[in-house]
């Protein structure tokens, strides 16, 4: 199946940035061997931007998991960014990963490849960190995507920043997150209309399962359509590789 690996020079970010996408085989296999041609055709498939975390970039799904072939069995395009240690932010000091994860990216994947622009069609999903950002780009986006999966998600980054000084260049020195649009339990509290269904699991080891605890507690008070899993696991990568494939039958 076609993967691609882009340099893109973002204008929210102000710099080159790079991006993996994945899509799936869906071509004519007969007019392919005789023609060496590809053609989609009309065809748009649904499409997840699948999100890294803290200590990763573009490439971990890629080198870490087996999300190529999990693709192609599910008939989805994958577009997996590099968003650096933002907490998928607009960053105090740094750049306006925000801005581009939700606005321009999305814009230029859609404007590139056969990919639906469907709400039905359009999912976020992320590990740690970016699980974060996947509820984030949910319940602030809640008009373009369908659905966002969260795996070992850091969901109560409020208290995470009171505990580890690694997201100062994000949020800045000494940030109050509560009670802002940084704070995914605050904007569960304020949540309302046609919202994306959610996806949890975090393994019953991980050291963010408290955080996950808590949004799930909470979550289910404001009832939200949350989809929550645990097992025995911890955060690493047999976890995740074993979950996105059960994100993927979920969505």
């Known amino acids: 199946m076609p993967l691609f690996e882009i340099n893109l020079s973002s204008a929210a970010l102000g710099i080159q940035t790079a991006v993996n996408v994945i899509l799936p085989i869906s071509v004519d296999q007969k007019?392919?061997?005789e023609e060496h041609t590809y053609s989609y055709g009309d065809r748009k498939f649904p499409v997840l931007y699948l999100l890294h975390g803290a200590s990763d970039d573009y490439s971990c799904w890629m080198r870490w998991s087996s999300i190529e072939r999990y693709a192609n069995e599910k008939g989805i395009a994958v577009v997996m960014p590099s968003a650096d240690l933002s907490a998928y932010t607009n960053m105090k000091h740094g750049h306006d990963y925000w801005t581009y994860i939700s606005e321009e990216l999305p814009a230029f994947i859609e404007a590139t490849f056969p990919v639906s622009t469907k709400r039905e069609?359009?999912?976020?999903?992320?590990?740690?960190?970016?699980?974060?950002g996947a509820f984030k780009l949910a319940l602030l986006k809640p008009e373009k995507f369908a659905a966002a999966a969260s795996l070992s998600g850091a969901l109560d980054m409020a208290d995470?920043?009171?505990k580890d000084r690694k997201y100062d260049n994000a949020f800045g020195d000494h940030a109050v997150l509560d009670g802002t649009e940084n704070d995914l339990l605050h904007l569960v509290k304020?949540?309302?209309g046609d919202l994306?269904?959610?996806?949890?699991?975090?393994?019953?080891?991980d050291f963010l399962y408290e955080d996950n605890i808590r949004f799930k507690k909470l979550a289910e008070e404001r009832n939200l359509d949350l989809t929550y899993e645990e097992e025995p696991g911890d955060h690493d990568w047999a976890y995740w590789d074993m979950k996105i494939q059960r994100v993927l039958e979920w969505l």
């Open 160 to 162: 995470r920043v009171r």
């Open 31 to 33: 007019k392919l061997s």
């Open 190 to 192: 304020m949540a309302e």
């Open 196 to 205: 994306p269904r959610l996806f949890q699991a975090c393994g019953t080891e």
């Open 121 to 132: 069609d359009t999912f976020a999903a992320g590990l740690s960190m970016g699980g974060y």
